[in-house]
């Protein structure tokens, strides 16, 4: 497609679960990025890959979270034993190149809606 | 650490009117990039106007603007002849060195007919 794609655009588990949710980012972009946001607040940054490598994990609240880009591509955030304050959207960016600058715009996809009951 | 203020949370504007939201920011950093994004109810971001911290010159994209204070590190969206698909939240963000971007906590802007 031509945009950023994430599934599903909406996932609902429970407590304790486990849950998968995946990015597509627009062909050719080197560079990838994870935000969360909570209901009525910006989005906040979880995690930047530069290829297949995570060039800044900073943002991941804790060591539940974990997320991969094995070919550079798709990308997936793993959640373990899922909490009711992990509900939140859950947004991904791909860019060109990564980086700061004007080569770095960043196309968002529509994000994954995850709600903990 | 580099932070990012809207100090309002709502605005409402009447069709084809002119509104400005605010944004002010802190970085220690003398190169950076600001951004102003909407977001629909559809969630996804979608950009709106960029400045580069180097240039004096204030960004235009057809009816949006940008008033960018460097020393005041202020950044200020303007939108003119609003129309109704303006709605939306409004996000002013700053790019760190590594590209990620900080936002702010948003304005809801909403347009009268």
């Known amino acids: 497609g031509a945009g950023v794609s994430q599934t599903p655009s909406n996932k609902v588990t429970e407590k304790g679960k486990y849950v998968e949710l995946r990015c597509d980012p627009i062909s050719g972009h080197t560079a990838l990025y994870w935000y969360r946001q909570s209901l009525g607040q910006g989005p906040e940054f979880l995690i930047y890959?530069?290829?297949?490598?995570?060039?800044?994990d900073s943002g991941l609240p804790n060591d539940r979270f974990f997320a991969v880009r094995p070919e550079g591509s798709v990308s997936t955030l793993k959640i373990q034993r899922t909490e009711r304050g992990d509900s939140a959207v859950y947004l991904c960016?791909?860019?060109?190149?990564?980086?700061?600058?004007?080569?770095?715009?960043?196309?968002f996809g529509a994000g994954t809606r995850l709600s903990v009951l | 650490a580099q932070t990012v203020t809207q100090s309002q949370p709502e605005m409402s504007v009447q069709e084809a009117e002119t509104v400005t939201l605010s944004c002010t920011y802190d970085t220690s950093e003398s190169d950076y990039y600001l951004f102003w994004y909407k977001q629909p109810p559809s969630r996804q971001m979608i950009l709106v106007i960029r400045q580069e911290a180097y240039k004096q010159q204030n960004a235009t994209e057809n009816r949006f603007s940008v008033n960018f204070q460097k020393a005041a590190k202020s950044f200020s969206l303007k939108i003119s002849d609003s129309q109704l698909g303006d709605a939306a939240m409004y996000f002013c963000?700053?790019?760190?060195?590594?590209?990620?971007?900080?936002f702010g906590q948003g304005t809801t802007l909403q347009v009268k007919p």
């Open positions: 890959f530069q290829g297949t490598g995570a060039a800044d």
């Open positions: 960016a791909s860019s060109q190149y990564g980086g700061r600058g004007t080569k770095n715009i960043q196309y």
């Open positions: 963000a700053l790019s760190s060195n590594t590209g990620k971007l900080i």
